[in-house]
């Protein structure tokens, strides 16, 4: 069964500052789909950024980058220039085709220092 | 449209009421999905629709149910729930769900 693992449950940063996130999966599938999702205090989830697993290239939107290692199963998290708004709970997640699923992790709640 | 709109934000309900939550979204999404998210937690999925047919059932509580009567709208039915429902539920859309799901505010659920 494909699982999610974020194994820091809590991380801080100071603002202007770079921080990372990690998450690895575990899956026999060779054509999936990661994400990380953000879900701030106001509970809307929002997707942050997805990658897909047949794509070599990391995938960027703005201050927010991911570095995917296929064959480690890593799918980690960078935020340069944290912002206060970047305060929030931050989910990987991953989905294949095999159950047709979004599977969460435990989530990382990430405190942004002014 | 880009959203996913949940209704009510709030609610509060005996363990005799019966209550619907309801889920609209205008992105012409074919899959929906209803969560449900303790605190601190990650969300656990409850149902989906697909075409509007229920695909799957998370072996959730025949207290709770779903209905989908057109391809904009999905409801959670609510009875005889009990205090650990208590919870956010969270509904979701995707056209194509390897592309991401688009979640709404949720419904904060309390069960007295």
């Known amino acids: 069964a494909q699982t999610v693992t974020q194994s820091q449950p809590e991380m801080s940063v100071q603002e202007a500052e770079t921080v990372t996130l990690s998450c690895t999966y575990d899956?026999?599938?060779?054509?999936?789909?990661l994400f990380w999702y953000k879900q701030p205090p106001s509970r809307q989830m929002i997707l942050v950024i997805r990658q897909e697993a047949y794509k070599q290239q990391n995938a960027t939107e703005n201050r927010f980058s991911v570095n995917f290692q296929k064959a480690a199963k890593s799918f980690s998290l960078k935020i340069s220039d944290s912002q206060l708004g970047d305060a929030a709970m931050y989910f990987c997640?991953?989905?294949?085709?095999?159950?047709?699923?979004?599977?969460f992790g435990t989530g990382t709640l990430l405190a942004v220092q002014p | 449209d880009t959203e996913v709109t949940q209704t009510p934000k709030h609610l509060v309900m005996g363990m005799t009421n019966k209550k619907s939550l309801k889920c609209e979204q205008h992105m012409g999404h074919r899959a929906m999905y209803w969560y449900k998210q303790k605190a601190k937690k990650p969300p656990e999925l409850m149902f989906v629709?697909?075409?509007?047919?229920?695909?799957i059932n998370e072996s959730v509580p025949s207290r709770f149910s779903p209905e989908c009567p057109n391809s904009s709208l999905l409801n959670l039915h609510l009875h005889a729930l009990q205090p650990e429902d208590s919870a956010l539920y969270l509904c979701?859309?995707?056209?194509?769900?390897?592309?991401?799901?688009?979640f709404g505010s949720g419904t904060r659920l309390t069960v007295v």
């Open positions: 997640a991953y989905y294949g085709g095999a159950t047709n699923k979004l599977i």
């Open positions: 899956t026999s599938e060779s054509d999936y789909y």
């Open positions: 979701a859309s995707s056209q194509d769900p390897p592309r991401g799901y688009t």
């Open positions: 629709y697909s075409y509007e047919k229920l695909s």
